[in-house]
Nanobody, 122 residues
Framework: QVQLMESGGGSVQTGGSLRLSCVAS????????MGWFRQAPGKEREGVAT???????NYAESVSGRFTVSRDNVMSILYLQMKSLKAEDTALYYC????????????????WGQGTQVTVSS
């Protein structure tokens, strides 16, 4: 019943910006930790950003200062604003729900979206 649908991916040049969205349904969105993960070909999946039910955020060192995670609890939408994009940010980005604990290093989601591709050219 849980559904997570990402959108907003695309191709941009180094230094550009993108805003990813994840529309959620099938659970009580406002009460759980949400997060973004990414995976590039040949590399392990890594946590990018998380946001707890109280708005507390956590970021990977590689994106800190450039990415901002936020949530709209009325519309049940998770966002990831990405700026100053680098070639190293190229990956398939996944929305994930109900993480425990709510950190990029230890968080384990219950459900995943299908992913949206972000490609940054150098």
């Amino acid at each position: 019943q849980v559904q997570l649908m990402e959108s907003g991916g695309g191709s941009v040049q180094t230094g550009g910006s993108l805003r990813l969205s994840c529309v959620a349904s099938g659970f009580t969105f406002s009460s759980v930790c949400m997060g973004w993960f990414r995976q590039a070909p040949g590399k392990e999946r890594e946590g990018v950003a998380t946001i707890d039910s109280d708005g507390t955020t956590n970021y990977a060192e590689s994106v800190s200062g450039r990415f901002t995670v936020s949530r709209d609890n009325v519309m049940s939408i998770l966002y990831l604003q990405m700026k100053s994009l680098k070639a190293e940010d190229t990956a398939l980005y996944y929305c994930a729900s109900d993480l425990g604990p709510c950190t990029v290093d230890a968080g384990t989601p219950l459900d995943w979206g299908q992913g949206t591709q972000v490609t940054v050219s150098s």
